[in-house]
């Protein structure tokens, strides 16, 4: 029985957000539109018409959202800059508005002893880019290094980690072949296309950082283990497709390795091989990897699911999120692993984990409990732990998400973060989750070893 869940010295422990999410006020200071700003003002696109209009209004409110961090302990706030926010055009004319709010919250961040990492791009392309193919243009992988370049210039050095992408198979599939993220589009022979060239302007903008930058630099990918649902060869075989489609389109060229042979069959005519030359720039050397967990898939085959030929299979007696996503503790660690395994121990950096459960819209008493986030939060650092002392290069975890902010397409409807938004008043309520965290952060991990539903009661310590 474990009873020591100390962390190592120096574990980073932090939150995560996103620029759409949660900053509002898009054109502020000469701001432009950004393919989100676009899809939720399109009518039917996002649950009841939200849109990041406002959001969290962290905008205006970010010095007291860092407060909060600062409150909770935390030692490291991840966080994405919106591209149209610096560059309105995408390309060219630098906006000096944009830039200063990314320089004071660089800044402000600092002030209060939280290391900044920033992520280039978190999903809100530049709308006049989108005008002009967005992700299928072979010329966004330049346009990419030449805004990464900006703020490599403006914030290097107070910005020590540096990660130029977040999920780009979420980008892809929802973005190119589903059509539920923006920008909206259904197209089977556009998904392989858009993928291949986030890869490449990853490389391009790790080849711009060791040009001009000092410190590091890595990408951030959303990893689930894929289990089949039986021991037939159809679902075995479903389950390498889904694996390779989710997980090892992206990793694989990125470490070296090349592309999973798996892709041709996924999208048969639509699929076309890498050029060395794309292989080589997609493989950069990276100083570390983000990772984003949130469930497994559990795969049975299924000709109707396009274009993997894979089905989810809901377990019985097991637990769900709002998101229909199932609570699995130990797939953390098996995801861990994995890239251990795989692609040779990097150093990782958990960059996104938690879970939307129900909370009321209003906090009651100046306190909101989350017994059930709390307790995902809980069996997911013991996951980490667990991973940690198999041997897993694990550097920092952070919680996502530090807002309850839009999400997405299902706007304000599913509420992730461990401080409660009142989105009528903007009031913030750090909820029994966000106070368990604190403790645990508190302790580098030790609490962990105690009860976790006490641990929220004892906050501040």
Sequence with gaps: ??????????????????????????????????IW???????GLTADGCTGDIACDHYHRYKEDVALMRSLGLKAYRFSIAW????????????????????????????????????????????????RGGWLNPDVA????????????????????WATLNEPWVVTDGGYLHGALAPGHRNLFEAPIASRNLMLAHGAAVQRYRAVGRHEIGIVVNLEPKHPAS?????????RRSDAYMNRQYLDPLFGLGCPEEMAEVFGPAWRDWTAEELALAAQ???????????????????????????????????????GWEVFEKGLEETLLWVKE???????????????????????????????????????????????????????????????????????????????????????????????????VATNGSALAGDPHGLAETWPA
């Design 342 to 440: 795989r692609y040779g121990n990097p150093p990782v950096y958990v960059t996104e984990n938690g879970s939307a459960f129900f909370d009321p819209p209003t906090a009651t008493g100046g306190r909101v409990r989350d017994p059930h986030r709390l307790d995902y939060l809980h069996r997911h650092l013991k996951a980490v732990h667990g991973a940690i002392r198999a041997g897993a290069d694990v550097r920092g975890y952070m919680v996502w998400s530090l807002l309850d902010n839009l999400e997405w397409s299902l706007g304000f409807s599913k509420r992730f973060g461990i401080v409660h938004v009142d989105h009528e008043s903007q009031a913030r309520t750090p909820k029994d989750s966000a106070r368990f965290y604190a403790q645990i």
């Design 84 to 131: 149209a926010r610096v560059l309105p055009e995408g390309t060219g004319r630098v906006n000096p508005g944009g830039l200063d709010f990314y320089d004071r919250l660089v800044d402000t961040l600092l002030e209060a002893g939280i290391e900044p990492l920033p992520t280039l791009y978190h999903w809100d392309l530049p709308a006049a880019l989108d005008d």
């Design 37 to 43: 700003h676009r899809f939720v003002h399109t009518p």
């Design 285 to 323: 050397p990276i100083d570390w990897l983000g990772v984003n967990y949130y469930t497994r898939g559990v795969m049975r085959a299924d000709a109707a699911s396009w274009p993997v030929g894979a089905a989810y299979v809901r377990q019985p007696g097991a637990t769900y999120s709002e998101t």
């Design 1 to 34: 029985m474990i009873t020591d869940y100390s962390f190592p010295p120096g574990f980073l422990w932090g939150s995560a957000t996103s620029a759409y999410q949660i900053e509002g006020s898009p054109f502020a200071d000469g701001g432009g539109a950004s």
């Design 142 to 161: 330049a346009w990419f290094a030449d805004y990464a370049e900006v703020m490599f210039r403006k914030l290097d050095g107070r910005a020590r980690r």
């Design 231 to 239: 021991g037939s060869e159809p679902d075995l075989a479903a389950t």
